[in-house]
């Protein structure tokens, strides 16, 4: 089992639930992690050494999706052959840290503050800076109903769902890690203009500070009066194509596949019945509250798991690690009964399109406005696109894409697409007719893309750029490979060329 994925470059966490509307957010970590992977180019700290045979630790790994931030990583954002310049970056992240968005009943709340301050571990040196900063959103324009969101994580007891202290330093993070990369690329002049920062949100507070917090990182003390916050009601992105039969069908079967799959493992059913047990409640509303989401939190902040005393209608004591673990070891097998079912890959090629197809277009759009002799559009292009999502989001989104084996989303989880420009080839070197106009004028340049996750280059285990040879002539995977794929080739896993004949046609 653990072979099987030892090949890949990254590690892998599993979808052990999905939601049933595009809108429900999955409430619980989903993950167990594969076997570890060969990095390229330098060695990183997340591709440990282990042996094949050796079963993962899922508390090591657990720590993984937490992303504490308190370590640096290797971010391979910005890289390029010399020359090449960077036409656009779009991100998709998820939210930072949060508060469970169930309790376990009958057990008291982690003790959490979701209040901001300087003086409280873990935090970052923008942190009074952006707090301040944040005060000032009333100049932005937010797109409705995200003007009556909170702009900053607020109360002393975080709510359920809340983002933390944590899932702020996580975002300052990533924006600093970005600006970084690109602040040598000129991607955005000082003087950015509205059209070129493309700001996107779910409506809950999560996200949107999430969102801000990157964007602060990225852009310190950005001008507010140029920032439109832009609101997407469902967590696939979908805007105003979200209608897809086809597409609730595969996630109906996906969602029995993952019911049949559990209800036959036996020992699941024996941890769930014995901390049910533990805790004096029928095992059903024990699964139902979806401890692991909850076990999660207490762990990522170093709260001992919840114990209740004797004598409360339980036989009383803790919840444990081994039982944790149980719960983990189900889901790292229903992750690659997940793949070789391959029902969530359908499901996530028609939930993506949408979002795919907005990303490319902005790329093909981008492009054509830098072709030489082109007149620069007013206000720029839209060179800098946030979407500030979830698991629900970003899960699919690599599936989709053909980063199966891809490790589930972490905390504050990034996903960059950048689109790059080749140097222009000189006339001389040119079959073009040569321009009257300015006899030295270069043409040409071939655009390319990469795609990122956290940081690491996965580009060509991408399904568009996997077949690319890359040792025959061009570094990086040619910009059509993905514009083919996204119009026509990834419905080929649904048996269609198109998403409207994919979502609507009647399965035989
Ligand atoms: C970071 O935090 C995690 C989780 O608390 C811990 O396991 C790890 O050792 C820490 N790393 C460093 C470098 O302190
Ligand atoms: C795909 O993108 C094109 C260009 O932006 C747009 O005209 C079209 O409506 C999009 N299709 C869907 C189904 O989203
Ligand atoms: C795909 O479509 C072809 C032609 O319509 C059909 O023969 C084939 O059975 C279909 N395959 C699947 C898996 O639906």
Redesign the pocket.
Known sequence: MVSTVTAHLFFFITVNLIPTTPIAEVPVFQGVVGGPGVPQGKSRKRVLPAPHSQKPDPLSEA?GY?N?P??TEQAWEGHSPVDYKLLSVQVMIRHGDRYPLYSIPKTKRPAIDCTLSSKRNPSHPLMNAFISHMGQGGRGHWESPLGSVARLPNHGACEMGELTQTGIVQHLLNGQVLHQAYKHHNLLPSAWSPRQVWVETTGKSRTLQSGLALLYGFLPDFDWTKLTVRHQWSTLFCGSTCDCPARNKYLEEEQRRQYRLRVADTELERTYADMARTLGLPTRQLRAANPIDSLLCHLCH?LAFPCIPTGEGGVGGCLTTAQFSVIRRQQLGDEVDRRRAGLYHKYAILAMYPYLNRTASKMERVGKGSEAGKRPRSGGEEVFTLSSAHDVTMAPLLSALGLEEARFPRFAARVVFELWKSPPVTQGQSKKKPDKGDKSKAVGGELFIRVLYNGEDVTFHTTFCRPHDRHTGQPLCPLKNFLSFVKRDMFSVVNATSYQEACYKHPG
């Open positions: 720590f937490c504490t308190n370590r170093g």
